[in-house]
């Protein structure tokens, strides 16, 4: 966990915050994704949660139009993206000089990565 430390942002332990839960371990299953869920939900109480709702709502709108207009292929064009979108590897008009392959789907994920629309 990160926190502020004398104006310096440092990784904090479980001495720095004694009531902590601890840490989570894999054999526990889903009880910590499950806690930290309900954590975040209660801090953000009802007016946080619509908020992230209204917002990642329309990022992924935003996001699936511009991914259209470079030429990608929506799997479900008629659809409105809610907080996601699939996209297909076909394009309609061609951004690559080759055929469609492996490398152009690594590049295409590379791209979304390092945040190619601005």
């Not at 009880?31 to 992230?52: D, E, F, Q, S, W």
């Amino acid at each position: 966990m990160v926190g502020e430390k004398k104006g310096q942002f440092t990784w904090l332990t479980e001495k720095d915050c004694p009531k902590t839960i601890g840490r989570f371990g894999g054999f526990m299953g889903n009880a910590g994704v499950l806690m930290r869920a309900y954590i975040y939900a209660k801090m953000l109480g009802n007016p946080g949660m619509k908020r992230v709702g209204e917002f990642a709502t329309l990022n992924a709108n935003y996001l699936m139009k511009h991914l259209e207009a470079l030429g990608y292929t929506l799997a479900f064009p008629d659809r409105r993206a809610t907080h996601e979108f699939i996209i297909t590897i076909k394009v309609k008009k061609a951004p690559f000089k080759r055929k469609i392959g492996r490398l152009d789907e690594v590049k295409a994920a590379r791209e979304l990565d390092l945040a190619f629309i601005k």
